[in-house]
């Protein structure tokens, strides 16, 4: 298989993570909407409510969406790191490569021709 295709795969192949990352960025950021507005009306009722027994439960609801709020912050981070992650091998090793191509050039321009003679 010639290098083009070989690169290609490997880009479908990458693409396909990445796509199922969104994805799964996409189901999180609709839960996310989801608990906000359930932490807004569980907070709203702890202030109306002045039932003390109430008010505990209310709190302890509070709690847990706000949890599981946080749980889905930090996934949606994680999920952006790693792309991050991903990407930057590539863009470094492009860099990497155009340093040490640039390097060559450079050296082989400061080599006097005489020597080039008596090297060969």
Known sequence: MKTRKLLAKLANFMDKDRN???DELAAIREVLKKLKTKERKLREKL???TD????????GKLEVVHAQRIKGLERVMEIRESRKEKSAP????????REEQASEEQ????QPQGEEATEK
């Open 52 to 59: 003390e027994e109430e008010r505990k439960e209310l709190q």
């Open 47 to 49: 202030e109306a409510n």
């Open 20 to 22: 199922v990352q969104s």
């Open 107 to 110: 050296a082989s321009e400061e």
């Open 90 to 97: 590539v863009a470094a090793t492009e860099e990497k490569d």
